[in-house]
């Protein structure tokens, strides 16, 4: 059984078509393995709960806040611009096509 959890990213946010979930599963998915290659990590998951809109979040995991997971997270500015350097240049080397944001998804236990 999983708690519903506040997933934080900075990098890409993919929205998952429905073909692409088995890869996603799998740890097959392109976009996954690229990301591995070059030190970054990717979490996928249904962020729609009911309405099922599935996600691929590829980058740097800030935080996962939650019941099951942690109550709190902090960076310092610093710490925080260091880890979008990185991710920038992570995702350039992994040739990821997309916008490196800060991403913050609710993931719902439904």
Same mark, same amino acid.
Request: overall charge negative; some cysteine.
């Given at each position: 059984m999983s708690a519903s959890a506040c997933i934080i990213y900075v990098g890409i946010r993919y929205e998952v078509l429905p073909e692409e979930i088995e890869g996603l599963e799998l740890r097959r998915?392109?976009?996954?393995r690229a990301a591995r290659q070059?030190?970054?990590?990717?979490y996928w998951g249904n962020f729609g709960g009911a309405s099922e809109r599935y996600v /691929?979040?590829?980058?740097?995991?800030?935080?996962?806040?939650?019941?099951?997971?942690t109550a709190w997270s902090s960076t310092t500015a610093e710490r925080l611009a260091d880890i979008v350097s990185g991710t920038q240049e992570g995702l350039t080397e992994a040739?990821?096509?997309?916008?490196?944001? /800060?991403?913050?998804?609710?993931?719902q236990d439904i």
């Open positions: 998915d392109s976009r996954q070059v030190g970054l990590k990717s /691929l979040l590829v980058g740097t995991e800030i935080a996962i806040l939650g019941a099951e997971n040739k990821l096509d997309g916008h490196c944001a /800060l991403h913050i998804e609710w993931l």
